[in-house]
């Protein structure tokens, strides 16, 4: 347990939650960007998301984690796995393809801890770098990553308000080292 929640491995039985974790911290950080919430919260739009959760769970290569409040109730995710960039190298480079926490529990630790298990799980696959992509506009994690030692590599994509999403780095030290 730490600071009131705790992490563990996400099942299949977890794609709605997933789903409305997702939903419910990019609508925070998209808004906050100056994205109109109604083009972030359309109905169809959580179904796909919640059909993409459920194919994120059945593979693999894929890590997904929890944090739990002492209630049980989800309040944050991590979502990790083989690099989606085809210049890097797989058996070098692990993404972070997404930590993602509610607004009511910034601030209590659950982003540095799904950190940390992003950290622990790409060491352990002997990667000797993370890789992630964010928006521009999302200050917020901007910063986050920046504190925990993630820097820009230059290379940057198309994302909405016309805000790229750029991509991070962070040196990593191999387990057993």
């Known amino acids: 347990m730490d600071q009131g929640f705790r992490l563990r491995e996400a ?3 977890d794609a709605d939650v997933l789903a409305d974790v997702h939903t419910r911290a990019r609508t925070a950080y998209y808004t906050a ?3 109109p919430e ?3 919260t359309d109905p169809s739009a959580w179904g796909q998301r919640r059909d993409a959760w459920a194919r994120v769970l059945a593979a693999p290569t894929r890590a997904t984690v929890v944090a739990e409040d002492t209630d049980g109730t ?3 995710l991590l979502s990790a796995g083989p690099p989606h ?4 190298d797989a058996s070098t480079a692990y993404e972070l393809y997404q930590i993602g926490v509610l607004p009511h ?3 209590r630790g659950v982003g540095a801890a799904l950190h940390r298990a992003f950290i622990m799980r790409a060491a352990a696959a ?3 770098e993370g890789v ?3 928006w521009a506009s999302n200050a917020r994690a901007q910063s986050f990553y920046l504190r925990n030692g993630w820097r820009p590599d230059g290379t940057r994509r198309p994302g909405p308000l016309d805000h790229d999403y750029v991509r991070l780095r962070l040196k990593l030290v191999p387990h057993g080292t």
């Open 33 to 35: 960007g100056g994205l």
């Open 11 to 13: 099942t299949t039985e």
């Open 85 to 88: 960039h085809e210049d890097l």
């Open 74 to 76: 989800v309040v944050g």
């Open 126 to 128: 002997g990667s000797t």
């Open 38 to 40: 109604d083009q972030l």
């Open 105 to 107: 529990v910034w601030g």
């Open 132 to 134: 992630l992509e964010c």
